[in-house]
């Protein structure tokens, strides 16, 4: 009986050590090698292994099974970064931990007229697809070298006989070569003639000038081709029966200049590009214009070059934090107008600069950037704060020199103080609050946005004297007496709506919220019905309108279209959907801190 | 009179000959004369290059072999990807994928083109397996013997096109005359190679850097249109399209994903 106690103790004592090992191990991360859904490498729980590859609770940089290489397909001639080694050998790749195999080197890979700045055996593949000899010269050590190499190569006319007849064939000196023509004549003469045309009187072949004409890749203009389908010189309506024109190679710099009609003279970067002429665009000869690809009356009814791009901000600023915004960037390219938002939630914000050109006409360029906001908060010093290479923050001065809002109080603040706002007692901090530049959105699905919005929230202990016959008179941190002092009060909001979105602030359709913040006095709330001069909510009210929540359908107020901007359906869906969801749980959040 | 009357017919006789004489020279010996024939001579053996031409059009008119392919492409080259993004009713297969925070990306599909010829083998097959089918039973009505033995098929992605080459014996037989098929080749014109190796393109820079910059693809490749949408949890959704064939791939990342608030 005594034995079956003891063995029944040790069962229930190794039942609960077990089971209390499991559920530890559950709780820690895991490196899994798969997860269940088909993930290499990857930190999650332990209960999303896939059991039938490695795992072990470390992080993956930690492990041999989850270290990350190089994966070179041999076939493609690619070589794939950041693979871990059960990935490639799935995918019946080469993998090596090396970061630079010797497989992966690159060189400049000549193919035709063209040049890619590739891998050798990625190279020979190119060069298969199209049906010509692969001229890979690994000694060019960048790109520019290597279409410089292509782009000083010999073109000619290439003649020689086919089936008993002189034919001709346009290219490079290099693949004018008896091993690369198709069904020469036996023992005919292979004869390469620079800067000539196949059509040239004086190579007597049988290619003839046609007024066809046609897209040459590679290349940004219209190009008569001949008889033999050899392209000819750049498309010039003035010159179809010109001999001379269809003798020797014309440059295009030395071509017609206009992009009209009658002239296939385009330039990419220009703005013009080689295409396939729609109904009512026909040119003089052929079927190909140059297609004008800069954009015309964009959403900001601006015009812009193809590959210019600029921001856009749902209040036109480029500072904007109100709940829900969103910054984007948008690119003009082939004439159209591509909208790309940025990270939401503010984690990005977009900037924009131009190029000014020879020509004097600027080149727009945008961009969406990290917004470097997490550790503003816990900067005391103002040259921190304010170090851009470092975070994006400003500095909300609290004291002598914060303009008329607090000047001369701060000397009156000693202690029984608490909170960010008000911490200028402290002086091993420079006295103010170190905060986001453009504050972040918050989590607001999770429930957390309030606890965030209390890093800021602040106390303090005013004292005040009685006197005999008069009434009471302050002392002490008279600064946070916001009854007598509003604009303390201000500046704290201030601070408390610049970390996030947090207390009084408006939603990115303009509706300002007087909400979400509470002033307490001796346990009484005088939170927003203190008159604070511009928080008047009736007047409020007359700004701008609701962001509609999508999550919520409880939530019926209206939602205008009329502010709509003019992007891609796909992303206004999006952002709408996110910024109503933001609205919607900051208002919640203040009814549920008010209530 | 009659002498001259009787010379002329000689002469037209003679042309007749040498005219009937070359056609049947031109229609037995030259491809295109072949070719021209084929469809009304049932017994011509030289019906071969019909064959073909019927199987590759019973599989290119087929609306799901379309379908299938460009689904695979539309899902980040995965039928039924396991690891997705959902946007629009879509799922974007995710291509790099790093589930924690500040953190580059790790490639999930290395190689990539291999992969989705894979699939797209996968999608094929029932299509390919019924039309082999249809052709036997279409010979069967025309009176041909039929041998066969199981098919076997491979998908290349190449510049241009999807080709599918099936490595399928086929003997037919009609009379006396007989041939021997023993594979087939179809080629759909695609530009999902110039899609795929972008998407590739894209995947290491993501991996390195976190980002890439559509406008460089799109300077680089102007035919092929780029888009990149960011999602709240730091998943980057590319939409990858041809701008002449309209032909999408859609893929998924998460690199660098930046968490929302303050990690408290």
């Not at chain 1, 409880?554 to 796909?570: L, R």
């Not at chain 2, 393109?201 to 092929?224: C, K, L, Q």
Request: glycine share 6%; aromatic share 10%; hydrophobic share 35%.
């Amino acid at each position: 009986m005594k034995n079956k106690l003891i063995f029944m103790l040790a069962f229930i004592f190794l039942v609960l050590t077990f089971s209390s090992f499991s559920l530890a191990q559950l709780a820690v991360t895991t490196c899994c090698e798969k997860t269940l859904n088909g993930a290499f490498c990857q930190n999650v729980d332990l209960i999303q292994c896939d059991s039938k590859y490695l795992s072990s609770p470390t992080s993956c940089d930690s492990t041999s099974y989850c270290q990350l290489g190089v994966c070179y397909d041999s076939d493609e001639g690619l070589c794939m970064e950041r693979v871990p080694k059960k990935a490639c050998e799935e995918a019946n790749g080469l993998w090596t931990a090396d970061e630079n195999p010797p497989q992966c080197d690159l060189g400049c890979c000549i193919v035709g007229e063209q040049a890619a700045f590739t891998t050798l055996q990625r190279c020979k593949k190119i060069a298969g697809q199209y049906g010509l000899q692969a001229d890979f010269r690994p000694g060019v050590s960048d790109e520019i070298s290597c279409i410089g190499i292509a782009n000083a190569q010999d073109l000619g006319a290439c003649v020689f006989e086919s089936e008993f007849t002189r034919t001709c064939k346009f290219g490079t000196r290099s693949e004018c070569d008896v091993t690369k023509l198709p069904k020469l004549t036996n023992n005919t003469e292979v004869q390469f003639f620079k800067d000539y045309l196949c059509t040239a009187e004086e190579l007597n072949t049988n290619c003839q000038k046609t007024t066809k004409t046609t897209c040459i890749e590679g290349k940004d203009g219209v190009y008569f081709i001949d008889s033999c389908g050899n392209r000819a010189n750049i498309y010039d309506s003035s010159k179809v029966n010109d001999v001379k024109y269809w003798t020797k190679i014309v440059p295009k710099s030395e071509a017609c200049s206009s992009t009209s009609k009658n002239c296939g003279n385009c330039d990419y970067l220009g703005g013009s590009i080689c295409a396939r002429a729609s109904q009512g665009q026909k040119p003089s000869y052929g079927d190909f214009i140059c297609r004008d690809i800069n954009c015309y009356d964009t959403s900001n009814k601006k015009d812009y070059k193809n590959g210019e791009s600029w921001c856009f901000y749902d209040n036109g600023k480029s500072n904007d934090d109100r709940v829900g915004s969103r910054n984007y960037r948008h690119i003009c390219f082939m004439g159209e107008e591509i909208v790309e938002p940025c990270e939401d939630l503010r984690g990005e914000f977009c900037i924009e600069d131009s190029i000014e050109g020879d020509d004097g006409e600027s080149f727009s360029q945008a961009g969406c950037v990290i917004n470097k906001w997490s550790d503003c908060l816990i900067q005391s010093r103002k040259v921190d704060c304010l170090n851009s290479d470092q975070r994006d923050c400003k500095w909300i001065p609290v004291g002598e020199n914060a303009g008329n809002i607090v000047a001369g109080v701060a000397e009156q603040v000693t202690e029984g103080i608490q909170g960010l706002f008000l911490n200028v007692h402290d002086s091993r901090r420079d006295q103010g609050a170190c905060v986001p530049n453009i504050s972040p959105g918050l989590a607001f699905w999770d429930g957390s946005a309030a606890s965030q919005c209390d890093l800021v929230s602040s106390s303090c202990v005013v004292t005040y004297e009685k006197g005999l016959l008069s009434g009471k008179k302050c002392v002490d941190n008279c600064f946070c007496d916001i009854k007598q002092n509003p604009q303390a009060a201000l500046q704290a909001l201030n601070i408390c709506s610049s970390i996030g979105d947090c207390g009084p602030k408006a939603n990115y359709k303009g509706k300002f919220v007087n909400k979400g913040y509470e002033f307490v006095v001796e346990d009484e709330r005088v939170g927003p019905n203190l008159d604070l001069g511009i928080f008047d909510p009736n007047k409020a009210k007359q700004v701008g309108q609701p962001a509609e929540p999508v999550a919520n359908p409880q939530f019926t107020q209206s939602f205008q279209t009329s502010e709509t901007q003019a992007f891609s359906q796909s992303s206004q869906t999006q952002s709408q959907s996110t910024t109503g969801n933001i609205v919607k749980e900051i208002i919640t959040e203040a009814y549920k801190k008010l209530s | 009179m009659i002498n001259k009357k009787r010379a002329q017919v000689t002469l037209f006789i003679i042309i007749a000959v040498v005219i009937i004489g070359a056609a049947i020279l031109f229609f037995a010996f030259t491809d295109i004369g072949r070719e021209i024939i084929s469809p009304i001579v049932p017994s011509g053996i030289g019906t071969g290059l019909n064959v073909e031409k019927d199987f590759e059009k019973c599989v290119l008119d087929d609306e799901m072999f379309n379908k299938e392919i460009a689904a695979i492409l539309k899902q980040g080259g995965d039928n039924n990807p396991e690891h997705f993004f959902l946007y629009n009713d879509t799922k974007y297969k995710y291509l790099c994928y790093s589930a924690n925070y500040y953190e580059a990306c790790i490639n999930q599909e290395p190689l990539l083109i291999q992969s989705v010829e894979a699939e797209i083998l996968d999608a094929v097959k029932p299509i390919l397996a019924k039309c082999i089918q249809k052709i036997e039973k279409n010979l069967m009505d025309r009176g041909f013997e039929i041998r066969s033995d199981d098919f076997n098929s491979e998908v290349d992605i190449i510049t241009g096109n999807i080709n599918i080459k099936i490595l399928y014996n086929l003997r037919i037989k009609k009379g006396d005359v007989s041939k021997v098929f023993e594979s087939f080749e179809i080629k759909k014109k695609s530009e999902a190679y110039q899609l795929i190796t972008v998407a590739s393109s894209i995947i290491n820079f993501e991996a390195h850097y976190g980002d890439s910059d559509s406008v460089a693809y799109m300077s680089i490749y102007p035919n092929t249109r780029v888009e990149k949408l960011k999602q709240d949890d730091g998943t980057t959704v590319y939409r990858l399209s041809d701008r002449v064939t309209k032909e999408e791939f859609n893929f998924a990342t998460r690199s660098y994903a930046l968490p929302p608030g303050y990690l408290l």
